[in-house]
């Protein structure tokens, strides 16, 4: 663990909604309309990499990082989760748990890569308003499994 | 397991690079002259998801790519590394290892999306050619890396 610096935003809470926490780990509710049900797993230690973490908090947040998983899939049904551990922009460790629909601006490309000028819409599973309802289901139950979690 | 589509190009090996192999997993070397020494992690068997893997494999893929990532950081010593499964394009589970330097052209970015207009060059702590070098030390490695991971 390094010193945090008085910068960092993860080391602050500030106005994060924050679903779920202990000692180690929070996750986060991100309000994304492109990607509703979209979370973050974050260190509450101010490390940068995975392989910073000891061993037994890696294996613990793998363990979270596919419980959080599995539950977006029950509940939200995606096409497609993306998880990343990025961290250029702010270096301390946090995992992105997005769920991917292939009529959101950016599908097939990363959420980060520039949005698509579709010609025509692309056929969806789950309406817009069906999703929103399904990612607050789904950040309900984010408390509960994490928990789960040992 | 779903039954693999004949057009999924992760199952088949054609022009890959493969560092290590086995039954569950390999691994190879992505020749890409921004970002030296990036490897891809990907499954033997044709799913979309962590969470399609068993549990005993997908501690496994973890403990291969928390080696990797040491061992990249070891060799390269990268300004940070980025881990990422998408999929979006290729629904086939595989991880993105990713050495990142701060005068690459995307950080501090994705690579995913657009390269930086840069004013002046963003110092960095190893040349171009030193990079490539470090890369294919790294990738040497990788076999011993990932067969020491039980």
């Known amino acids: 663990m390094i010193q945090p610096p008085a910068s ?16 180690q780990f929070r996750v986060i509710a991100v309000t994304d309309p492109q990607c509703p049900g979209f979370v973050r797993l974050i260190s509450q230690i101010h490390i940068a990499e995975v ?50 629909w292939k009529d959101d601006p950016f599908f097939p490309d990363s959420i980060w890569s520039a949005p698509k000028q579709r010609s025509e819409p692309v056929s969806s599973a789950a309406s817009q308003a069906e999703r929103a309802t399904r990612a607050e289901a789904f950040w309900k139950t984010v408390p509960a499994v994490c928990a789960a979690v040992l």
């Open 8 to 23: 960092c935003p993860l080391c602050t809470l500030s106005s994060e909604k924050v679903l779920w926490s202990d000692e």
């Open 51 to 100: 392989s910073d973490l000891p061993a037994s908090a890696q294996t613990r947040m793998f363990s979270l990082l596919v419980a959080i998983e599995s539950a977006m899939r029950q509940m939200l049904h995606p096409d497609k989760i993306n998880l990343a551990s990025l961290g250029n922009q702010v270096p301390h460790l946090h995992w992105h748990i997005i769920p991917r």
